[in-house]
């Protein structure tokens, strides 16, 4: 069982950058894929970074290539979501979810595990 919290968001204007943190609880955090998604009103839910279980693999949107970085520290079961020259469009609540295995999905119905998920606001 793993339980999330995250972190981080508010309301920035555009061409901010924003640092969203992820906590997980639970003993096998290390072998779990970590994952970001966001969802804007109206909008499915949708797929933003992945990270594998060692940080080594690691998989991004097309839309936020370049400008979103992912990263992970096992040692304090954190996952974090560094984002930078964010626009209006980036404006969603962002979930942290795990899955127990090792490799990244972008689908939402793989993962039994989330966050509450935390607001982020881009003004323009």
């Known amino acids: 069982q793993v339980q999330l919290v995250e972190s981080g968001g508010g309301l920035v204007a555009a061409g901010g950058s924003l640092r969203l943190s992820c906590a997980a609880s639970?003993?096998?955090?290390?072998?779990?894929?970590m994952v970001w998604f966001r969802q804007a009103p109206g909008k499915e839910r949708e797929f933003v970074a992945g990270i594998g279980w060692s940080g080594g693999d690691t998989a991004y949107a097309d839309s936020v290539k370049g400008r979103f970085t992912i990263s992970r520290d096992n040692a304090k079961n954190t996952m974090s979501l560094q984002m930078n020259s964010l626009k209006p469009d980036d404006t969603a609540v962002y979930y942290c979810a795990a899955r127990d295995s090792t490799v990244i999905a972008a689908s939402p119905h793989e993962y039994a595990y989330w966050g509450q998920g935390t607001q982020v606001t881009v003004s323009t």
């Open positions: 639970g003993r096998t955090f290390s072998s779990y894929a």
